[in-house]
């Protein structure tokens, strides 16, 4: 009996879209190696990378897996700690209020 | 420094300006500042130390009391300055005729960009002959095919003050007005560099207008362009633009910022610190990624310049629905 | 093959007098039959008189001549090909976009690439880390671009180099790309061909569709975007009498950083499709018409071939250590298809990925590709060799191709010479040139443009020409007039 392929953890992605949107009056602008992000309050935050390539694929759409899938090759890093990376990174933008659930 | 414009109405439609359309996009209405809040804002001035009083539009000359503004401005000993389109009509130009040399000043918006040559040539000339000294002629650059040289022949036909002001073409934040884009300003600077230089052999000054930036200019040259050198990149900061119904705006590009309603407790240095403060909130914002790293900017020689024309890049939280839906294969 | 012998000093008709023109010494002049007659007689004449001063310049040894590069590769840029695969059908397209296998490069493959060339830029101190996408069209691999960028990004951060990203696209992207691009870009060329009424024609979709509003959505919004926007128009028989009229159009409507034209090479596709290339001498003349929109507008217009800013060993990246990595992990140093290069006898793959998803480079394999530029026989004679260089190695100087001028060499010629007029402030003689067809024809076909040094008497100047190319018809020699 052949095996069965085993589902991709990401099989569900296929219209899948990200559970996050940015927070209303939240602004970014790209720099040349840094995106900053503007609250709307004159508050800013930069981000250098990898969190600034997180922030470009979670604010055009991309789910979480996704996003982790994309990162591991920009960040050199494995699937688990592409995960990591970037599951700190959208929590702390929750916290700071740059973005909400959708 | 604060602008009164008394009237929306114009006999111009440049495609460069930012006072046509409110930032929804729709065309002002025609609009004229009743003489009372003239009053109030000649007020303003008084309580606020400036010595100048700025007219604008739409085309200031329009205004159907256009000789009763002047003579409030010149009774209570304020300079007068007019921005113009040229156009001038002849009850207005016989009043301003009258006006000391020394006393008022019509900045005139000279040669539209590309065009070579303005609208209804004649009417100009007649203006700057009549007015001679009184006429600053300037330009609004929203493209790099601007040709400057006839300025210099018009100042020496028509006796013009020996100046040129030279304005760039911003996006108002909301209007579709034509404007300079920042990746054309290298060859807009190159340009005037070469226009400065043969200013100077006429012996005629240049002034820059606000939104100018050092990077615009080729190695070397800032040193070329002398005392109008001085002003580059440091002056986009609230200009206050009064417009007819009562309410200042820092200024016409930036008019989405929001206003604040004329008042007699209101005086320049609070209405700036209202919309500095708003400004402020939009936060760290410049012209292109370049500008990361810049030199000037670092040395706080920059402000980053014109504020509109930087928050044209700011991103917001549109998402981009097809790529959100694109099948990802592969893991 | 022998490497050709490369000229720094060049005389050409124009009309009845003569370009001098010096391209390592950054020198054209305009002199008349007289004046070229001393130029040849030498020392003793320009020492005085009104051609001393050219004659001291022109007698100076150049300092810059480019030469190949040595040593390590060290490439001036890194060009990705994320996928070949096109959703347009092109009717002059020999890439087979539409129908090539959508095969999109593996990420792994990407960041080998780029990680190799930022340690290149490390290792020979160079600040500028460029990447280049090529396609088909790139951005039917999104992801691919998306990662190479964020990866040069974090790399060029991570050891203070100068990114700068740039690329070709159709223009028939979606707008989440679009802004991607224009956030991300410095630089990009939009294919545009001209008006709906010629773009449609040349440039529909796979499935037949017009693509022109789609474009011109894409090029409103990347003209609003800080990113340089190039456009770029392929002119075929059919369009080059409505070249300065598309220019124009394109300046006024979407405010582009330049308008890059070039002509249609003639293929399978085009010959298919019923298309031609433009008679070279009405190029020359609508090309030269189009170079003064960029002195009304301020926006450049450049016909590539005829780029003189610097003198150039190679048309292209090829043979300047350019690296292009293909879907498929192929390290070459052209981003045509291989099938192209070999059927001109040439391999310009320069290595490769190894095992551990390292690019490695074949040093002989490079060093072969660096000495492509200097045989090019067809242009030992011709006084465009530093400028034009050659134009493509495939498609023009290729191996074994022959001496004669082709058309791309006719226009070329005669265009860089109208530049260079108009450069050394001779616009009015440009203008003349192009309207007269005998002195086209006669500047085009001059046999021998170098002179090897100031007073060679062994190199008459005469007025003659050889070989004639009438117009519409073949190359034939003339009787007299013979190359020393």
């Given at each position: ?102 | ?331 | ?8 000093v ?10 001098a ?8 002049a ?5 004046a070229?007659?001393d130029l040849?007689r030498g020392a003793a004449v320009l020492s005085n008189g009104a051609l001393a001063d050219l004659g001291r310049v022109l007698r100076r ?393 100031i007073g ?29």
């Amino acid at each position: 009996m052949a095996a069965r392929r085993r589902a991709s953890p990401c099989a569900e992605r296929e219209s899948a879209v990200s559970p996050y949107r940015v927070a209303p009056g939240v602004h970014w602008v790209v720099g040349r190696t840094a995106l900053t992000i503007l609250d709307g309050n004159g508050a800013a935050k930069t981000l250098g990378y990898p969190e600034a390539a997180v922030w470009d694929f979670v604010t055009r759409g991309y789910s979480l897996c996704d996003v982790s899938r994309l990162i591991a090759p920009v960040a050199s890093l494995d699937p688990p700690a592409a995960r990591q990376v970037v599951q700190a990174a959208v929590d702390g933008w929750i916290a700071s209020g740059f973005l909400e659930r959708a | 420094m604060a602008n009164i414009s008394i009237t929306t109405a114009c006999n111009r439609d440049c495609a460069f300006c930012f006072a046509a359309r409110t930032e929804n996009g729709a065309r002002r209405p025609v609009r004229h500042m009743p003489l009372p809040r003239v009053e109030a804002a000649l007020d303003f001035l008084g309580r606020s130390g400036v010595s100048e009083a700025r007219l604008l539009g739409g085309e200031p000359t329009l205004h159907p009391d256009f000789g009763r503004v002047v003579d409030m401005v010149v009774a209570r000993g304020f300079g007068l300055v007019v921005f113009s389109g040229g156009l001038v009509p002849e009850p207005a130009l016989k009043k301003l005729e009258t006006v000391p040399v020394s006393a008022v000043s019509l900045l005139l918006n000279a040669v539209p960009s590309g065009l070579g040559r303005p609208l209804e040539p004649a009417r100009l000339e007649e203006v700057c002959r009549r007015l001679g000294p009184r006429v600053t002629l300037g330009v609004t650059i929203d493209s790099p095919a601007i040709q400057l040289p006839s300025l210099l022949d018009a100042i020496d036909r028509c006796g013009l003050r020996r100046t040129v002001r030279l304005g760039l073409g911003h996006p108002a934040i909301g209007a579709a007005n034509s404007y300079l884009r920042p990746r054309q300003y290298p060859e807009v600077g190159r340009r005037v560099t070469q226009f400065v230089l043969l200013a100077r052999e006429r012996d005629v000054s240049v002034e820059f207008d606000c939104g100018w930036v050092p990077c615009m200019f080729p190695d070397g040259a800032l040193a070329t362009l002398g005392h109008g050198a001085d002003s580059l990149g440091s002056r986009c900061s609230p200009v206050l633009d009064l417009l007819p119904d009562g309410r200042f705006i820092s200024c016409y590009p930036l008019a989405s910022l929001g206003s604040i309603v004329l008042h007699p407790g209101l005086d320049a240095r609070n209405a700036r610190e209202y919309f500095q403060d708003r400004r402020e909130k939009t936060g760290p914002c410049f012209l292109g990624p370049d500008c990361d790293g810049c030199g000037w900017r670092a040395r706080g020689e920059c402000g980053g310049g014109c504020l509109s024309a930087a928050l044209l890049r700011r991103r917001t939280g549109r998402l981009s629905v097809a790529v959100a839906r694109r099948v990802v294969r592969g893991c | 093959m022998h490497r050709m012998t490369r000229h720094g000093v060049f005389l050409v008709p124009v009309l009845d007098r003569w370009l001098a023109f010096a391209p390592l010494h950054g020198v054209a002049a305009v002199v008349n039959a007289a004046a070229a007659r001393d130029l040849r007689r030498g020392a003793a004449v320009l020492s005085n008189g009104a051609l001393a001063d050219l004659g001291r310049v022109l007698r100076r040894v150049p300092s810059n001549a480019p030469c190949p590069p040595d040593g390590e590769a060290c490439p001036p840029l890194l060009g990705i090909i994320p996928t070949r695969g096109c959703n347009l059908a092109c009717a002059y397209c020999d890439f087979g976009g539409s129908s090539s296998a959508h095969t999109t490069m593996a990420p792994s493959t990407a960041v080998a690439a780029v990680d190799w060339m930022a340690q290149r830029m490390r290792d020979a101190g160079r600040r500028n880390y460029r990447v280049h996408f090529f396609g088909g069209e790139p951005f039917l691999a999104p992801e691919i671009v998306a990662i190479v960028v964020h990866r040069v990004r974090l790399l060029a951060d991570r050891h203070g180099l100068a990114p700068y990203v740039d690329g070709s696209t159709s223009g028939v992207i979606d707008a989440g790309v679009c802004e991607f691009i224009g956030d991300y870009f410095s630089g990009i060329a939009v294919s545009l061909d001209g008006p709906p009424e010629i773009h449609n024609r040349l440039r529909p979709r796979s499935g037949g569709q017009p693509t022109f509003d789609h474009v011109n959505r894409t090029v409103a919004r990347l003209s609003e975007m800080p990113v340089e926007l190039c456009l770029r128009a392929c002119i075929t028989e059919d369009s080059v009498e409505e070249l300065e009229h598309v220019v124009r159009w394109m300046i006024d409507t979407y405010r582009p950083s330049a308008v890059n034209i070039e002509t249609l090479t003639p293929g399978v596709a085009s010959r298919r499709a019923g298309l031609k290339a433009p008679d070279p001498y009405r190029f020359a003349a609508r090309c030269v018409s189009a170079y003064k929109v960029a002195d009304d507008t301020g926006v450049p217009v450049v016909y590539s071939a005829a780029e003189r800013e610097r003198a150039r060993l190679s048309f292209c990246p090829v043979g300047t250590d350019a690296v292009i990595v293909s879907p498929d992990g192929r390290v070459s140093a052209c981003y045509l298809r291989p099938e192209d290069w070999r059927s001109r006898g040439l391999d310009l793959d320069v290595g490769g990925i190894d095992t551990e998803g390292t690019v490695v480079i074949d040093r002989g394999a490079l060093g072969r590709v660096r000495e492509l530029p200097l045989l090019k026989p067809r242009c030992a004679r011709c006084f465009c060799q530093w400028t034009c260089a050659g134009g493509c190695h495939i498609n023009e100087t290729y191996p074994g191709c022959a001496v004669d001028y082709t058309p791309f060499c006719v226009q070329t010629r005669i265009v860089t010479a109208c530049l260079l007029l108009r450069d050394a402030g001779c616009g009015e003689v440009a203008d003349a040139l192009v309207s007269d067809q005998r002195a086209m024809e006669r500047l085009a076909c001059h046999w021998w443009d170098p002179f090897d040094s100031i007073g060679d008497e062994n190199v008459p100047v005469t007025g003659e020409a050889s070989p004639v190319w009438p117009r519409g018809g073949e190359p034939r020699r003339a009787q007299s007039g013979s190359p020393p």
